[in-house]
């Protein structure tokens, strides 16, 4: 039987649950894309989803932001929902503002009320002084950060990341981590992370999901302590078996062998994306 996401009784994250995915399955062409998906985030979760391209990551994800409705099996997703994006998809011909709060209705509180909520947002990604500029005139790193101001002032029960950081260079995406990590300690969602990057993975999330061939192939937690540190011999530990698990050989990135945190992670990401070509 077909379930449509968007379709379904919504689930009330506050009472545990965020996502209860059950048997989803996905083709493409006559390609099975997905296949037979059972996923559960709870309400204040964050979940990292890992896979090589083409296993299936942004197209579950698409699912459960009800993006995609032509798949197979049960889905229950909480009705308010955002999606971030790689790309910022800011409107430039929209000021910042008028991006952070596109879609929204004004209610009983008008659109003063509806440009306080929008300024708000911008204050916690720090972006509130630059409301009324336009899109092409902010950085890469800036312009993700309106794109999670436009999340956040929806207040998602389930925030749909989709490799939001991937175009971003080494010290803005740092940035980008820190700042997600205090955004959703203090609004609480559930997350789900698309993401290639397993140190990414691992520095952010409470559990790691691998697919392989659209089938979960791994689904663990991720316990190492914070503040976590990429040294770390669980860190390390935790990388090679999702490495592993990847299909990618396994990486000695001890600091002890190079000069610097950053010569470890350029490293690693030479090697993690080689194994991809």
């Given at each position: ?5 968007n ?5 009330n ?15 493409f062409?006559?390609?099975d894309?997905?296949?037979g998906?059972?996923?559960?985030i ?21 699912i ?6 032509d ?18 998809r800011?409107i430039p ?24 909520r ?9 972006l509130?002084e ?12 800036e312009?993700?950060?309106?794109a999670?101001a ?21 010290l ?18 559930a ?8 140190d ?19 689904d663990?937690r991720?316990?190492v ?9 669980a ?8 490495l ?27 090697r ?6």
């Open positions: 039987m077909m379930t449509r996401a379709e379904v009784t919504p689930i994250s506050t009472l545990g649950t965020a996502v209860a995915a059950s048997n989803v399955q996905r083709s062409n006559g390609r894309v997905l296949k998906v059972n996923l559960t709870k309400g204040d979760e964050f979940v990292a989803l890992l896979g090589r391209s083409g296993t299936g990551k942004s197209t579950l994800l698409r459960l932001g009800g993006l995609d409705a798949y197979e099996g049960d889905v229950l997703v909480p009705q308010r929902r955002a999606v971030v994006f790689q790309e910022s800011l011909w929209q000021r910042v503002l008028a991006n952070v709060v596109l879609g929204l209705g004004t209610g009983n509180g008008g659109r003063a009320a509806l440009k306080a929008g300024l708000e947002a911008l204050g916690e990604v720090g509130a630059h409301a009324h500029d336009w899109p092409l005139t902010l950085s890469g790193g312009s993700q950060r309106v999670l436009r999340a956040l002032v929806r207040e998602p029960q389930l925030m749909l990341l989709d490799e939001p950081f991937g175009a971003l260079d080494a803005t995406r740092i940035k980008m981590h820190a700042l997600l990590q205090r955004l959703c300690a203090r609004h609480r969602p997350v789900l992370l698309v993401t290639h990057d397993v990414e993975a691992i520095l952010l999330a409470d559990r790691a999901v691998v697919l392989v061939e659209g089938e979960i192939a791994l663990t991720i316990d302590e914070h503040p976590r540190d990429r040294s770390d011999p860190f390390v530990e935790l990388r090679n078996r999702l592993k698990e990847l299909g990618v050989q396994e990486v000695d990135a001890r600091p002890s062998l190079l000069h610097t945190a950053s010569d470890v992670e350029t490293e690693f990401n030479n993690y994306k080689q194994s991809f070509r």
